[in-house]
């Protein structure tokens, strides 16, 4: 019989996934600031979870985006964990995104979700505008974007 063995990136907490470092004992509907959240696990059940999240976070932070990142596998986090599932109806599943604007949390989507608003991006802008209801990226996420360079 063969040992089972754990990958680094299954296993063991990076120091980027720390708790500590991470969690925000205050409730989400606390603060009136607005952001977008990001709900990932530092032990995702499979290699997908994990690349899943990589792009997902690399989606925003590509773009200059500010995340907060909640680890729902972080007991600091269990209550704000819960109270995100309760907005998404989507319990256990990993990542999921959010955005709180003046203490209203709303539910994005999961990484399909942001996988497609992704892809969306690149469709061309005479497409856009004769769909306008085509959600892209950026229209999503417009308010976090940071300005143009002069």
Request: proline fraction near 8%; charged fraction near 25%.
């Amino acid at each position: 019989m063969w040992p089972i063995i754990y990958s680094h990136e299954n296993f063991f907490m990076s120091e980027q996934d720390e708790c500590s470092t991470k969690a925000d004992d205050e409730s989400l509907s606390s603060s009136s600031s607005s952001s977008v959240i990001l709900l990932y696990t530092s032990m995702p059940a499979n290699s997908v979870v994990g690349g899943n999240q990589r792009f997902v976070r690399q989606a925003f932070l590509g773009r200059n985006i500010k995340l907060q990142e909640i680890d729902g596998m972080c007991p600091e986090s269990k209550e704000t964990r819960d109270e995100l599932f309760g907005v998404s109806n989507l319990r256990g599943k990993y990542p999921q995104v959010f955005v709180k604007v003046r203490g209203e949390t709303t539910f994005v989507g999961d990484f399909e979700k942001i996988n497609e608003l992704n892809d969306c991006e690149t469709l061309p802008p005479e497409i856009l505008q004769a769909h306008p209801h085509i959600e892209t990226f950026s229209k999503v996420f417009e308010r976090f974007l940071p300005p143009p360079p002069p």
